[in-house]
């Protein structure tokens, strides 16, 4: 079965540095979306993108994030200049189709990030 | 009020037992609900879909959703200890991205 995958699963680095998390969405899909989860607390979303470009994002996204899509089939978020509170849990996620809100998004993996 | 909203828990029940999880959510969240399953340090799992008023049934699992009451419940029944794990709800607040709670975790007691 078609899952998305996430690379590295463990990130650690140091505070100031830029880090690029990469997703795989699955093959199909055509919307894809980064969400993160701090420990302890809820899963945030963080942006969409459609289209080769940004659909929606949060609050949480500012200018230190960005997201591409370099190719056919990866997804990266980068994080410009890491701080310690962007310690946690990013995960990819992807739909298949424009149904709206009935559509069932599918996670990837996670990667852990670790800002020292 | 928070859009989506849960009780952390924990719900311990014993092995065998039905496991009744609920969650209530705000006028921004669109009437269509997703329960996941997360375990620790894993990702969400989807464990169903409810689009419609009333009950989906799909194996073990049961949700139910009450628009009139905002309200979107998950039942477990026969609980096993494979069940422990935080249960997510969630929706789409009226934007294209999930809205999640806090989610509820869920001890099943061998």
């Known amino acids: ?116 | 009020q928070k859009e989506v909203e849960q009780n952390s828990g924990p719900l311990s029940v014993p092995e065998g037992a039905i496991a009744s999880l609920n969650c209530t959510y705000s006028d921004r969240v669109s009437q269509s609900f997703f329960w996941y399953r997360q375990y620790s340090g894993k990702s969400p799992e989807l464990i169903m879909s409810i689009y419609s008023n009333g009950d989906k049934e799909d194996g073990r699992f049961t949700a139910q959703l009450n628009k009139a009451s905002q309200y979107v419940s998950l039942l477990i029944r026969d609980s096993q200890p494979s069940d422990s794990a935080t249960y997510l709800c969630a929706g789409y607040t009226g934007r294209r991205a999930l809205t999640f709670g806090s989610g509820t975790r869920l001890q099943v007691q061998p």
């Open chain 1, 1 to 116: 079965e078609p899952e998305v995958t996430q690379t590295p699963s463990h990130q650690v680095t140091q505070m100031g540095q830029e880090v690029i998390l990469r997703c795989v969405p699955i093959s199909n899909h055509l919307y894809f979306y980064w969400y993160r989860q701090i420990l302890g607390q809820k899963v945030e979303f963080l942006v969409s993108f459609y289209n080769n470009e940004i659909s929606e994002k949060s609050e949480i996204f500012d200018d230190q994030f960005s997201v591409e899509r370099p190719d056919g089939s990866n997804f990266t978020l980068k994080i410009r200049s890491t701080k310690l509170e962007d310690s946690a849990m990013y995960f990819c996620a992807s739909v298949p189709a424009l149904a709206g809100s009935t559509d069932t998004q599918y996670f990837g993996p996670g990667t852990r990030l670790t800002v020292l």
